[in-house]
């Protein structure tokens, strides 16, 4: 049992962060002018310039492409949980 919450401590952390980051991409649309001008969203703004096209967009391609990659993150993360 200390072994398997030993495994999925970093899965959770992971997890929590991506939460984070997705929370504030999405509140991101209402405060885009300040964000271009934040040091630390700078470096992320081509992610969520793109992530806040797919949100908006009603485009099947563009939640197909937003689907994909929620899936392959759901892959890697099961891919780690069983290689360990």
């Excluded at 002018?33 to 470096?43: H, P, V």
């Excluded at 485009?59 to 780690?80: N, Q, T």
């Amino acid at each position: 049992m200390p072994a398997l919450i030993a495994k999925l401590i970093p899965i959770a952390i992971f997890a929590l962060v991506v939460y984070w980051l997705l929370k504030e991409m999405e509140a991101a649309d209402r405060r885009r002018d300040e964000l271009k001008d934040n040091k630390f969203w700078k470096f992320f703004w081509p992610a969520v310039n793109i992530w806040l096209k797919i949100k908006r967009s009603h485009s099947i391609l563009l939640w197909l492409i937003r689907a994909v990659v929620f899936m392959a993150v759901v892959y890697i993360i099961v891919s780690m949980i069983s290689s360990r």
